[in-house]
């Protein structure tokens, strides 16, 4: 990323990256929200970065939500063990 010092908008690129997972999470207050949302009208650095960085948040929770892969004896032993309990 370039000048993390940069402000657009009325707040730094460093203040919205600081912020990035909570805004793609939605976890934002409302004004924090409008602040950064203003702040990316303009700043094609942080559009670039954040972009990015929210497909590789959108991906790790795709790879995450699938359920892994068991060879057929370990299926079979936990299936047992459960059965017992």
């Keep these: 990323m370039a000048d993390l010092d940069r402000e ?5 690129c460093r203040e919205v990256l600081e912020h990035l997972s909570s805004y793609l999470d939605g976890d934002l207050a409302d004004e924090e929200r409008r602040r950064i949302d203003a702040h990316l009208l303009d700043c094609d650095h942080c559009v ?13 929770r795709r ?3 699938r359920a892994p892969d068991l060879a057929e004896d370990v299926a079979r032993r936990l299936r047992r063990r459960l059965a017992k309990e």
């Design 8 to 12: 657009v908008a009325g707040i730094r």
């Design 63 to 65: 790879q995450l939500q």
């Design 48 to 60: 670039s970065f954040g972009g990015h960085f929210g497909e590789a948040v959108a991906a790790l």
